[in-house]
């Protein structure tokens, strides 16, 4: 109820205001206290937004600040009385590519943001404000329309699934983001690997994976690497996100996580001649030795010994 | 208005899977004035209990919350009304977990328009894992791992402006690891590790921007350390009781420290309102040095006394470089084309002098010698076109060619003048795709990528392989419903292996916001995995070349969750998680002989229902409850199984 009467109030405020504008000014331009009378409730709460700064800046010109720097020029809509066709920035009508460019305008000059033409995101038409929520933000510091999360798994309902299982990285807990190893902005393209996918994955401070950011004693450079993680990475043997297999490995025992690529078969690995089958003295019958990193414990790479045993 | 906000804060959290902390706060959310200030806060302190039934080493493992009094989530913000505060124009605080839960975070951000900005981000985990089916449970990890960010930006919103930064991630706490002496066909022991780690990194940089033009440059310094000791001081049989191998002392020192400095340079350039170049550049030249100190005695196999010393020293070194250069060309508001070609160079090369003395022999001393180098050279043509409103197609095309050169030896001299062995690794991979918007609420995407890989790097790397997706949404204020679909398929064959790889996953998600203090979320999704590749493997010295590694999971997960908020005053959740991996649909265990005849699978459930209520007591005042509960559960064997009981009691308060 008070709502409305606020609204009312404002309306009425607004024909007010539109008599009031003076003829003589050729500026298309009202100014952000234009704005206030019809919408309170963007406007009481506009100081805690980050874009309330255009208002104060320094020498910033009137289509840079406040309302107007995002929603166009408001006089004609302030004429108007209101009206979504008379704003030239309504974003709900707007075409996906058109909020991009209405973002970019001053948000492209962060270099995070530098593929964000060429994002999968924005080939899917999932632009700025699809994830993020300028007036109604469910986190004050990067106006996400909700907790990060949530935002994502909004789309990506298999990597919800996927982050439910028992072994899986802790962004549900809130320890880490999605954002910790993925640039939703876009990213560019691939390193060491030769594919095209994962998609949006950001590199580490190696250009390496995303991974070693955390896990710092396995970036490396190790005397003896495993090739297999420094040329494709590690979800050669990890499912990132979630597993129900311990150490997010791919396969439930470790055995097999390693013979499906130590069969010694074709011109793969290092050498091109096959990735090294195990010597004849490891007796696969035996369970003893199915368990590989039992004596194989430097899998990510050793400084000691070139087969991993120290 | 408050009630507005409260109502739209309640609507917009999903179901949450962890029941604390509690999603409402305390307080205004428009806040209290003080001076030039409007000020927002909201404290959650209370106690989570827990009782576990079954194993409790998986349940740490899996979720971890334990017994004890939290501050379980708390957030401050301090905003300028007019922008112009005298220090300060924000300042934002978000905490969770502090006290001692496994998960603690927390973020600060305090600003001053124009001025400064600066950031925190720490974090810190509570690592438990047992893993029973790595090593039989001797790679235990209890470790607590530490991680905070620092940086700070002068003159946030000139066209030049500058960024220093600190990051810092520890890693510290007991381990276990396992490993053979004295005879590569002896026994196993676990030992000790008192594990010690961190890393240090510096940044330093700028942006400047003149005109279309923005440049910027960091320059960083990456420091690493790693202290961990390894220790075994008591005479045990290992692994293998039916030998006479022993270990009866075990000390072991291997410092790593090493250093890794690195430059970043961007470069972006509008030149017009159609035409952008992006360019990038990084360099980083890794370095760890490292010793290996190690001291065993104990018997061999066959009962004689063993001691045993060896000494390494050594270094590794990994330099990488990379570029990017993009061109991105906009002609008109339906198109959209950009080229990117990227070039990344490793060379990762070490060396070290190995020593031995022990005895059974006189004594070993050999240097060791590795080079990997890996050039990759890719360049991807993109296109984006959207002739109407209702409707646009995408694609892409992408190829890349990889050279690997690899050098590995153990010598007695470093050798010199050897020819590293190189192989080129190409691939070309083409992305087609739709998206549709026939009427407003509705949205439907579909991709395809096709990629031929001529020579993947090992055999269950992607070869020739397609992967589909499919997405549809419809989404309203009242009613959303989405639904996905992606496959993968990958076959990388040679003349006698083949692996071949299957995935699908389908889901479908949505929800329903019947009134303004109401809504229900519900979701499905099915995930599907089954892989074949070839193996060659020793069994009683003969080698078996005519298995496969068949591996099956059947994934089911199931979300559901109700909020609701009666008379304002309170609010309940209610949910349920439940995650199953049917594995093939067998009811028993695969028989393992012969080794891998029968598919692999490992059928888990895994659910968790919740329930939560948040009763407003005071307009700053909340009490808050929940439960939740954790049922683990693995269908061949129980030794892993648990039951959990984990809840909190709260009161959120905002002064």
């Not at chain 2, 009490?623 to 009691?649: I, L, M, P, R």
Request: with cysteine; charged share 20%; net charge positive.
């Amino acid at each position: 109820m008070g709502l409305r009467l606020l609204a009312t109030a404002g309306v009425i405020s607004c024909w007010t205001l539109a008599a009031q504008t003076p003829a003589a000014s050729d500026s298309p331009f009202a100014g952000s206290n234009g704005c206030r009378p019809c919408h309170p409730a963007q406007a009481l709460q506009f100081f805690r937004n980050p874009h309330f700064k255009t208002t104060v800046a320094n020498g910033a010109t009137r289509e840079n600040m406040g309302c107007e720097a995002c929603h166009g020029a408001g006089k004609k809509h302030i004429a108007a009385a209101g009206g979504r066709v008379t704003i030239p920035n309504a974003f709900s009508l707007m075409q996906p590519n058109q909020v991009l460019d209405a973002c970019l305008r001053c948000h492209s000059k962060d270099v995070n943001r530098a593929n964000i033409r060429r994002s999968s995101h924005t080939q899917a038409n999932v632009v700025c404000t699809s994830c993020h929520s300028i007036h109604q933000p469910g986190s004050a510091r990067n106006l996400l329309a909700a907790k990060q999360a949530d935002v994502c798994y909004g789309c990506h309902s298999d990597v919800r699934a996927q982050f439910s299982q028992p072994f899986k990285h802790r962004v549900n807990e809130g320890f880490m983001t999605c954002s910790d190893c993925h640039n939703p902005h876009g990213v560019n393209s691939g390193v060491s690997k030769t594919g095209h996918r994962p998609r949006m994955v950001e590199t580490g401070l190696q250009n390496e994976q995303p991974c070693m950011k955390c896990h710092t004693d396995k970036r490396g450079p190790f005397l003896f690497e495993h090739a297999a993680v420094r040329v494709d990475g590690c979800e050669s043997c990890h499912s990132p996100h979630g597993s129900t297999n311990a150490r997010l490995l791919k396969r439930p025992v470790v055995f097999t996580v390693c013979l499906e690529c130590h069969n010694g078969s074709g011109s793969f690995g290092r050498q091109a001649d096959g990735i090294p089958t195990q010597s004849a003295s490891h007796n696969m019958a035996d369970p003893r030795y199915r368990n590989c990193t039992t004596c194989h414990v430097r899998v990510h790479g050793s400084n000691a010994d070139r087969r991993f045993l120290r | 208005m408050r009630a507005l906000l409260i109502v739209l804060a309640t609507v917009v959290a999903h179901a949450q899977p962890v029941v604390a902390p509690t999603p409402q706060t305390a307080g205004s959310p428009r806040g209290d004035n003080a001076g030039p200030y409007n000020i927002t806060n909201s404290w959650e302190v209370g106690y989570r209990f827990r009782d576990v039934d079954g194993n409790t080493g998986k349940y740490r493992s899996d979720v971890n919350f334990g017994n004890g009094v939290r501050l379980l989530g708390g957030t401050l913000g301090v905003t300028s009304r007019d922008g112009k505060g005298k220090w300060l124009d924000e300042l934002l605080l978000d905490v969770r977990g502090l006290g001692n839960d496994p998960y603690q975070f927390s973020s600060f951000r305090v600003q001053k328009n124009a001025l400064y900005r600066y950031d925190l981000l720490w974090r810190s985990n509570e690592y438990f894992n047992p893993a029973l089916p790595i090593a039989g449970g001797d790679h235990f990890l209890s470790t607590n791992r530490q991680m905070q960010d620092h940086d700070l930006t002068l003159l946030p919103q000139s066209k030049l402006k500058f960024r220093v930064g600190y990051s810092r991630n520890t890693q510290g706490g007991p381990g276990l690891w396992t490993g053979q002496w004295f005879d590569g066909r002896g026994d196993e022991y676990s030992y000790f590790a008192n594990i010690r780690r961190n890393q240090d990194e510096y940044r330093l940089g700028g942006d400047l921007q003149i005109g279309r033009v923005k440049l910027s440059i960091t320059r960083g310094w990456e420091l690493f350390k790693d202290d961990t000791n390894f220790n075994r001081d008591m005479l045990t049989p290992g692994a293998n009781t039916t030998d006479r191998n022993t270990l009866s002392l075990l000390r072991r020192d291997e410092p790593l420290h090493g250093k890794t400095p690195y430059w970043r340079a961007h470069l972006l350039a509008e030149l017009s309102k159609q035409f952008t170049i992006h360019g990038r550049f990084t360099h980083s030249d890794g370095r760890r040095d490292f010793i290996y100190d190690e001291f065993a005695r104990g018997t061999d196999r066959l009962g004689a006394g063993r001691n045993r010393q060896t000494l390494l020293t050594g270094a590794g070194r990994r330099p990488v470089t990379t570029g990017h250069a993009t061109l991105t060309w906009i002609p008109n508001n339906k198109v959209t084309v950009a080229n990117q070609t990227g070039f990344h160079q490793t060379r990762m090369e070490g060396d070290g002098k190995y020593s031995e003395i022990n005895n059974g022999s006189a004594g070993i001393a050999f240097a060791q010698f590795q080079f990997l180098g890996i050039r990759n050279i890719s360049n991807t043509s993109e296109a984006s076109w959207q002739p109407v409103k209702q409707a646009g197609v995408f694609g892409s095309y992408h190829y890349a060619e990889r050279r690997i050169r690899s050098n590995e030896q153990e010598d007695f001299e470093i050798p010199r003048g050897t020819v590293p062995i190189e192989q080129i690794n190409r691939n070309k991979a083409g992305i087609f795709g739709a998206r549709l918007t026939p009427v407003a609420p509705l949205r439907i995407l579909f991709s395809a990528e096709v990629g031929r890989n001529d020579r993947p790097f090992y055999p269950t790397g992607d070869k020739n392989y397609e992967a589909y997706t499919a997405r549809a949404s419809w989404r309203q204020k009242k009613f959303d419903l989405s639904t996905d679909f992606k496959s993968f398929n990958n076959a990388n064959s040679t003349s006698l292996y083949v692996h071949s790889s299957t995935g699908r996953t389908w889901g479908a998600t949505t929800g329903f916001t019947p009134r303004a203090n109401v809504r229900i979320d519900a979701g499905y999704n099915y995930l599907h995995l089954d892989t074949l590749t070839g193996l060659a493997y020793f069994a009683d010295f003969e080698l078996v070349e005519s298995n496969r590694s068949y591996y099956v999971s059947n994934l089911h997960a199931l979300h559901a969750g109700v909020q609701a908020q009666v008379r304002k005053k309170v609010d309940l959740y209610a949910g349920f998680v439940r995650t199953q991996d049917r594995g093939d649909g067998r009811s028993a265990a695969p028989d393992m002989q012969p080794l891998f005849t029968a598919a692999q699978v490992f059928p888990i459930s895994y659910a968790s229902p919740l329930a939560r209520v948040s009763l407003q007591v005071r307009a700053n005042l909340r009490a808050n409850f929940g439960w939740q509960y954790y049922d683990y559960a693995e269908k061949f064997a129980s030794a892993q199984n648990y039951a959990a009981h984990t809840g909190y009691v709260s009161v959120s308060y905002s002064f």
